[in-house]
């Protein structure tokens, strides 16, 4: 439920320049999320009334609400400090201002910060006191909703090109002794370079480990282990060394992932266990095993109880109950029924240098090792296709297709072979 009463200033930083390292509030990679995402994540969670981000003009920032950016620069500087008045100057409640590049704020810090600012009933306060701010320490206050409307309108005037130490400036006139003591390590932390990009991406990988470890998630290493912040994992599920959890991943009950594996935006059911394998983009059903060295992905959906083994890369194919690839197979653009074996050394030829094509295998086929299947195919309900075969025609249920050369036998052929190399070496 909205808070009437609470109202949010955002403030971006002016766009990095070639002088400085690359960290932006709306382009560095940090966790996944922007340094912005972080800060609006952070804020929405105290349900404020409306939302301004405050940012240079000619910034644009995907997936802002309508009406939310608020284009500032020196040249319309007082027109925008006019406008954030009105939106302001008549409201009761309080006005939050932070900075979006201090992404490790957390939600109960600012929620003790607006409680201390309602007890003591003064104008402003802030995090940290005003005497220990620095130029690496964010800008997190709260000020009177009326009060800072009636300041913005009338140092429209005064307007000075650099926003964030106008503000600075307002903070401070208002402030009177109540002060809240400064928060955890870090947590105001100003991203300025590139070290401190990399500090924030240790404390916000932490934080998010810990949240699934206080889940009822087992994390054997937690130390070395990445999950997103948008992953949703059951109680109970089971993560090992150097695995990385990204994107909109969701991993169900009793799931296994072991050591040095990669899962993101895909779907884990309850039972799978993986080994050192890659999965993105795809569905793995329940009880299926994957690995060591798999790579599933392209919207591959892998049915329940499968075996996906050593070395098999599965793309954009589907498979039914209790299919097995075992050993170094390739399925690319294929459907597979249930209970259909891949012998090792399996491809799919599906791409014919132009165009992708479908490879379609029914239920209880047995496909032999070092087989070669040419796109478009179909195999038929449990027929058989002989070890090291080439099909390019479609074979019918209960057949057998077979596509190779005669065997043949030449009796004493390599003994006559290494007779004559003999002769070979003695004439030279």
Same mark, same amino acid.
């Given at each position: 439920?909205?808070? #009437? @009463?609470?109202?949010?200033?955002?403030?971006?930083?002016?766009?990095?320049?070639?002088?400085?390292?690359?960290?932006?509030?709306?382009?560095?990679?940090?966790?996944?999320?922007? #340094?912005?995402?972080?800060?609006?994540?952070?804020?929405?969670?105290?349900? #404020?009334?409306?939302?301004?981000?405050?940012?240079?003009?000619?910034?644009?920032?995907?997936?802002?609400?309508?009406?939310?950016?608020?284009?500032?620069?020196?040249?319309?500087?007082?027109? !925008?400090?006019?406008?954030? &008045?009105?939106?302001?100057? @008549?409201?009761?409640?309080?006005?939050?201002?932070?900075? &979006?590049?201090?992404?490790?704020?957390?939600?109960?810090?600012?929620?003790?910060?607006?409680?201390?600012?309602?007890?003591?009933?003064?104008?402003?306060?802030?995090?940290?006191? %005003?005497?220990?701010?620095?130029?690496?320490?964010?800008?997190?206050?709260?000020?009177?909703?009326?009060?800072?409307?009636?300041?913005?309108?009338? !140092? !429209? &005037?005064?307007?000075?090109? *650099?926003?964030?130490?106008?503000?600075?400036?307002?903070?401070?006139?208002?402030?009177?002794?109540?002060?809240?003591?400064?928060?955890?390590?870090?947590?105001?932390?100003?991203?300025?370079?590139?070290?401190?990009?990399?500090? %924030?991406?240790?404390?916000?990988?932490?934080?998010?480990?810990?949240?699934?470890?206080?889940?009822?998630?087992?994390?054997?290493?937690?130390?070395?282990?990445?999950?997103?912040?948008?992953?949703?994992?059951?109680?109970?599920?089971?993560?090992?060394?150097?695995?990385?959890?990204?994107?909109?991943?969701?991993?169900?009950?009793?799931?296994?992932?072991?050591?040095?594996?990669?899962?993101?935006?895909?779907?884990?059911?309850?039972?799978?266990?993986?080994?050192?394998?890659?999965?993105?983009?795809?569905?793995?059903?329940?009880? =299926?095993?994957?690995?060591?060295?798999?790579?599933?992905?392209?919207?591959?959906?892998?049915?329940? &109880?499968?075996? $996906?083994?050593?070395?098999?890369?599965?793309?954009?194919?589907?498979?039914?109950?209790?299919?097995?690839?075992?050993?170094?197979?390739?399925?690319?653009? @294929?459907?597979?029924?249930?209970?259909?074996?891949?012998?090792?050394? =399996? $491809?799919?030829?599906?791409?014919?240098?132009?165009?992708?094509?479908?490879?379609?295998?029914? *239920?209880?086929?047995?496909?032999?090792?070092?087989?070669?299947?040419?796109?478009?195919?179909? $195999?038929?309900?449990?027929?058989?296709?002989?070890?090291?075969?080439? $099909?390019?025609?479609?074979? #019918?249920?209960?057949?057998?297709?077979?596509?190779?050369?005669?065997?043949?036998?030449?009796?004493?052929?390599?003994?006559?072979?290494?007779?004559?190399?003999?002769?070979?070496?003695?004439?030279?």
């Amino acid at each position: 439920m909205a808070d #009437p @009463a609470l109202h949010v200033m955002v403030l971006l930083a002016k766009p990095p320049t070639d002088e400085r390292p690359p960290v932006s509030d709306i382009s560095s990679a940090l966790c996944e999320r922007t #340094p912005l995402q972080w800060i609006l994540e952070t804020v929405r969670s105290l349900a #404020p009334r409306s939302i301004t981000v405050v940012g240079p003009a000619g910034v644009t920032v995907p997936g802002l609400t309508a009406g939310t950016l608020l284009p500032f620069a020196a040249g319309d500087g007082p027109a !925008a400090l006019r406008q954030l &008045a009105g939106r302001w100057g @008549a409201e009761n409640g309080v006005t939050l201002v932070v900075e &979006a590049s201090t992404p490790l704020l957390q939600t109960e810090t600012l929620r003790t910060l607006l409680d201390h600012y309602r007890q003591v009933g003064t104008r402003c306060a802030c995090l940290p006191p %005003a005497h220990k701010a620095s130029a690496a320490t964010g800008m997190v206050w709260l000020a009177d909703s009326r009060w800072l409307g009636e300041r913005l309108g009338a !140092a !429209a &005037a005064e307007f000075t090109d *650099d926003w964030a130490l106008f503000l600075q400036k307002i903070r401070d006139e208002a402030l009177t002794c109540h002060r809240l003591a400064a928060p955890g390590t870090h947590e105001l932390l100003r991203l300025q370079c590139t070290a401190d990009l990399v500090l %924030a991406y240790g404390i916000l990988r932490e934080r998010l480990v810990v949240r699934w470890l206080d889940a009822g998630v087992v994390i054997w290493d937690p130390a070395s282990v990445y999950i997103g912040p948008e992953v949703a994992l059951a109680a109970g599920v089971e993560i090992h060394q150097g695995v990385i959890l990204a994107g909109h991943t969701r991993v169900d009950a009793e799931a296994r992932i072991l050591p040095f594996s990669t899962i993101e935006n895909s779907i884990l059911q309850r039972g799978v266990r993986v080994e050192m394998s890659v999965i993105r983009n795809s569905t793995v059903e329940a009880g =299926t095993t994957v690995g060591p060295f798999a790579h599933i992905r392209d919207g591959a959906h892998i049915g329940p &109880a499968n075996r $996906i083994g050593n070395f098999v890369e599965v793309k954009k194919s589907s498979t039914g109950e209790n299919t097995k690839a075992a050993h170094l197979a390739y399925l690319g653009d @294929a459907t597979l029924g249930r209970d259909v074996n891949i012998g090792a050394g =399996t $491809i799919t030829c599906n791409y014919d240098g132009a165009h992708k094509h479908p490879t379609i295998i029914e *239920d209880q086929v047995f496909v032999g090792s070092d087989s070669i299947l040419v796109a478009p195919l179909r $195999i038929g309900r449990g027929a058989y296709v002989g070890a090291g075969s080439v $099909i390019t025609l479609d074979v #019918p249920a209960d057949s057998l297709g077979v596509g190779r050369g005669r065997q043949r036998i030449i009796e004493g052929w390599a003994a006559k072979r290494r007779q004559k190399l003999a002769s070979l070496k003695k004439k030279s």
